[in-house]
């Protein structure tokens, strides 16, 4: 079930990259992407912290230290992840599969996979596979990408941009895939962006995480963070616009604008496809005294299952949410200035329920599917979003379920 999850828009090929899928039969459907980066292109990336870190996260990082990529390869169905020597083994396997069929080093490749945690690659059934990958290679493969590297996913999720940077167009695409254990910790699940700008690549991984900050890194579903996140962002430089060489540079700033837009959709697109959920909601914290305190107090309230199981009840329980706020990590809290707003009602003021709410008017927010709560704490100029979702009775059978 997905809140209001927009479908799939027409992905636009960035030029220089070739995108291929096929089925390793490690899943019934397409499990197995390949991309096909020009040599001259530029990769920035980032990565989960979980210190239970998946082997190809680990293979990944060492692998994009080394070389410039030329092939991302992702599998789902399997993380390879609590999967030890092994885990590293048959990762490796997999990227030099890749470069036997291509001619690449083994070090250009660079493996992603998610699925379950603790189960053996299947790497003969992948390797097997990758010539199908490869012979499927072509420029507007990012649709079929969107859903080959599905798991819990309802739908697939994507998003392109076009904008113009010093007088050239340039285009950034990507796609992500990802409705549980999120609560990201320096990347999302998994997400491919491209652009053919460009860009010095130093000054790639600064875009990178600039776009992130408040993207993918203002979400959550279950304030789990997973030992596969990945977030890959690829510049090929096809656009031929001047040479952004730094956060100075009078197209840098465009830039970033483009990619955080994309990086924001995709992330919001996460959270409406959350596993089970019906309400989407977005918890603004406003006049805090840091942007901590203000990123502190909003997820608290997102990571509260009785706020959450609230919202699927459609039940106006506001006392959860003030609760929330009460207890969240922020010191000398003074209620007193404090507001609360379920949609555009004053809940809570002065310590207390607000003097003209009522019940009726909770309840009719409640019914929505879109939900927004504002938090007015009064002690400064700093606010901060974050967007998560409700936790219902799909979302408990969905995780009790996953391995049977």
């Keep these: 079930m997905a809140v209001n999850l927009p479908s799939l828009p027409p992905l636009k090929a960035i030029a220089g990259i070739q995108v291929g899928t096929t089925c390793a039969q490690i899943k019934p459907q397409d499990d197995l992407t390949l991309f096909e980066l020009p040599s001259q292109s530029h ?20 692998h994009l230290a080394a070389a410039t990529p030329r092939f991302l390869l992702i599998n789902a169905g399997n993380a390879n992840a609590g999967t030890g020597e092994n885990g590293f083994v048959d990762a490796l396997s997999c990227c030099e599969a890749v470069a036997q069929q291509t001619g690449c080093a083994i070090n250009e490749v660079l493996p992603f996979s998610t699925g379950v945690i603790g189960a053996r690659l299947p790497v003969d059934k992948i390797s097997a596979a990758i010539p199908q990958a490869i012979a499927a290679l072509k420029p507007d493969g990012w649709e079929k990408a969107a859903q080959a590297i599905m798991t819990t996913d309802t739908a697939p999720k994507g998003e392109s941009i076009q904008t113009v940077i010093e007088g050239h167009p340039i285009t950034v695409t990507g796609i992500v895939k990802g409705a549980g254990m999120i609560k990201p910790d320096m990347a999302t699940m998994l997400a ?8 010095e690549n130093r000054v790639l991984q600064t875009c990178l995480t600039q776009a ?17 996140d990945a977030c890959v962002l690829v510049a090929t430089g096809a656009a031929h616009n001047p040479l952004i060489d730094s956060p100075s540079h009078p197209g840098y700033n465009g830039l970033v604008t483009a990619v955080s837009q994309v990086c924001r959709q995709l992330a919001q697109n996460i959270v409406r496809d959350a596993e089970g959920a019906t309400k989407f909601i ?8 840091s942007q901590q305190e203000c990123l502190e107090v909003a997820f608290t309230i997102a990571h509260s299952p009785l706020v959450k199981t609230a919202f699927f009840a459609s039940d106006a329980n506001w006392g959860r949410i003030l609760a929330a706020v009460g207890r969240a990590k922020v010191d000398n809290l003074d209620i007193h200035p404090i507001q609360i ?12 329920i607000a003097a ?14 879109d939900i927004p709560i504002r938090v ?17 009775f799909d979302y408990i059978r969905i995780n009790a379920e996953y391995r049977t």
């Design 356 to 369: 003209h709410y009522t019940e009726e008017q909770g309840e009719q927010v409640m019914r929505e599917t």
């Design 341 to 352: 707003y379920l949609g555009g009602v004053c809940i809570v003021e002065n310590g207390g």
């Design 43 to 62: 990769c920035a990336a980032v990565f989960t912290r979980n210190r239970f870190c998946a082997a190809p996260v680990i293979i990944a990082k060492q």
């Design 212 to 228: 992130m900050e408040n993207s993918f890194h203002r979400i959550t579903i279950d304030g789990d963070t997973s030992t596969n």
């Design 282 to 289: 977005t918890i603004s914290v406003e006049q805090g005294a």
């Design 376 to 392: 007015v704490l009064g002690r400064g100029d700093y606010q901060e979003t974050v967007f998560t979702s409700d936790l219902s």
């Design 192 to 199: 491919f962006i491209a652009t053919d700008a460009a860009i």
